[in-house]
């Protein structure tokens, strides 16, 4: 984030580098710089003749590098944002010989996305000598709640735990899933809105009492009539619950619940640091422990690991993903 920041900074200072290669495997960044660009650096007026978009699968090198090198008109630079980059990689060390002697006058800026060029290229280094390399590294998976907290905030708003941890169930770790869906939250919520459950349920369609926060919170309280409609819900909305999801999500839930019985500090602090949690969540694993021995757990994570292979057909013959479920569950709440 400093990165981009100073980023942002030079560019407000009228101090674009001449070439930006955004690479990476979180698209999310490569395409925030590049759309900060394409809005900032020309004026409305200038980007009607001095702004270009390419697409890496339809153009070659040697066509960035013509347009690269023209001058502007009736401004001071010309900015050429070539998207999709990666689909150039084959030829794209052709870009060195533009990279040694860029235009000045040009901004051009290389989106290459779900992937990385060879720091040892002599492409890479002469990018490097003259422009700005930004690696957009993908947040793990215990960094976005934080991260989505932080972009919730940032435009006014506020959201409850439960909320975010519905968002990151539904949409996963794809931060540009998740930003468009806040921004379509925020289409219809005033500023200062607190965003709740409810109001995900009711705005994105994820329901707020049948999901997999709530079935591991009924799992943790061994809660087994909650537990079990809540699997029931699940059978019958298959699509919006997918098996191998929920599996994963449990399993999770108690690899990290048998990480934390290992533990010699159980302060709150410890605990999410060593499972890499949220501060939040820790009371989940300090509930869980009480009701489930270590023993226990390392049986129900065996359990967890049969009926993974009877989804995939080892063991049981077309079994139901209800029923299997369901068996996942008996096999929780009997040890």
């Not at 290389?110 to 060029?117: A, D, G, H, R, S």
């Not at 990290?256 to 410890?270: T, V």
Request: hydrophobic share 40%; with cysteine.
């Amino acid at each position: 984030m400093e990165q981009i920041k100073q980023i942002i900074k030079e560019i407000k200072n009228n101090n674009a580098a001449p070439i930006y290669l955004l690479m990476g495997e979180e698209p999310y960044y490569i395409d925030r710089i590049a759309d900060y660009i394409q809005n900032n650096v020309l004026t409305p007026e200038e980007q009607g003749f001095n702004q270009m978009v390419l697409y890496g699968r339809d153009v070659q090198v040697q066509d960035i590098i013509s347009n690269a090198k023209r001058f502007p008109l009736m401004a001071d630079k010309q900015v050429i944002i070539v998207k999709e980059a990666q689909d150039l990689a084959r030829n794209f060390e052709q870009l060195e010989s533009y990279a040694k002697n860029p235009q000045p006058s040009t901004v051009l800026v290389l989106c290459y996305k779900y992937k990385v060029v060879d720091k040892r290229k002599k492409v890479y280094k002469a990018i490097e000598q003259v422009g700005v390399i930004y690696d957009s590294k993908k947040l793990r998976e215990y960094q976005i709640e934080p991260w989505l907290v932080k972009q919730v905030q940032s435009k006014g708003y506020t959201i409850e735990p439960k909320a975010s941890a519905m968002l990151i169930e539904f949409l996963g770790t794809d931060l540009s899933k998740i930003n468009n869906e806040l921004n379509k939250l925020m289409l219809v919520l005033p500023k200062q809105s607190v965003i709740s459950p409810g109001v995900i349920e009711q705005n994105i369609g994820i329901s707020k009492d049948y999901n997999n926060f709530e079935l591991i919170k009924a799992i943790v309280q061994k809660d087994a009539l909650r537990a079990f409609t809540i699997v029931e819900y699940f059978a019958q909305n298959p699509k919006n619950n997918p098996f191998v999801v929920t599996v994963a999500l449990v399993y999770g839930y108690f690899s990290k619940l048998l990480l934390y019985h290992g533990l010699g500090d159980k302060s709150a602090a410890n605990v999410a640091k060593q499972l890499k949690i949220s501060p939040y969540g820790v009371k989940d694993y300090q509930s869980g422990s009480k009701l489930y021995s270590m023993k226990m757990v390392s049986g129900i994570i065996a359990g967890l690991k049969d009926i993974d292979l009877k989804a995939k057909g080892v063991g049981a013959s077309n079994m139901p993903q209800g029923d299997l479920l369901k068996e996942l569950l008996v096999n929780i709440f009997n040890k």
